[in-house]
């Protein structure tokens, strides 16, 4: 039979601290922002038409969601995202900041870019429920590029080697960021965080320099901690 001591401590053991019961809880958040690329999504070289055609990305408005689940350790989360844009591309052929001519036209395209990604939310200091407080962020995911496919007319020849270079693919990418988080009261919370994304980008041919794109999202959230 076992003594009535031991029964009580094993129950005691086995409860849920305080502690651990308020460690292990579920929130939603969402966000919106920006995307500033560091670097043009690459260049086409080597064309019938020009040494090369530049292509710039342009900033995009981003919108973002995901959950957050606090773990037992006090200073760390995992967040689970999405984010959305519709950036636009624009080729341009890098001869013409000197010359004019027919084929200096540029040309721009439309896109979609969605990210997915899994984070760890590190806290510079104390636990994840004090009032304020600075965290970084380290974490994987994927990048989505996808662009219409416009009509082309035969003199435009940026329009066509553009069409060419910019295939719609996936990407794996690396994130690290910082951020700082503000509480307010039942359970709600503001963050604003910037993260630099880096990750592969694929031009589509041997004309192509595609090599690595570098985003920076710039996002203001507000969340809920939840369960």
Excluded at 44 to 50: D, I, N, Q
Excluded at 93 to 121: K, N, R
């Amino acid at each position: 039979m076992i003594p009535v001591r031991i029964l009580l401590l094993l129950t005691v053991l086995l409860l849920p601290s305080p502690a651990m019961s308020q460690a292990w809880t579920l929130g939603l958040e969402g966000g919106v922002g920006f995307m500033t690329a560091t670097r043009n999504l690459g260049q086409v070289l080597g064309t019938e038409v020009a040494a090369r055609i530049d292509n710039n990305l342009n900033n995009t408005l981003m919108y973002t969601g995901g959950v957050r689940l606090t773990t037992p350790y006090p200073r760390a989360s995992v967040r689970l995202a999405v984010g959305f844009g519709n950036p636009t591309v624009k080729g341009t052929v890098a001869q013409c900041v000197v010359v004019t001519g027919p084929g200096c036209q540029s040309f721009e395209v439309d896109g979609t870019l969605i990210t997915g990604s899994a984070d760890i939310i590190f806290h510079q200091e104390g636990s994840v429920f004090q009032p304020r407080l600075v965290y970084f962020v380290a974490g994987l995911g994927l990048r989505s590029y996808s662009f219409d496919d416009p009509e082309c007319e035969p003199s435009e020849v940026v329009c066509s080697v553009m069409s060419e270079f910019l295939g719609d693919q996936v990407k794996p990418v690396g994130r690290l960021g910082l951020g700082y988080r503000e509480q307010f009261g039942n359970g709600y919370f503001f963050s604003a965080e910037v993260v630099d994304q880096i990750g592969p980008f694929d031009g589509q041919g041997a004309k192509s320099e595609g090599g690595v794109q570098n985003d920076f999202l710039i996002v203001a959230s507000i969340g809920w901690r939840g369960w």
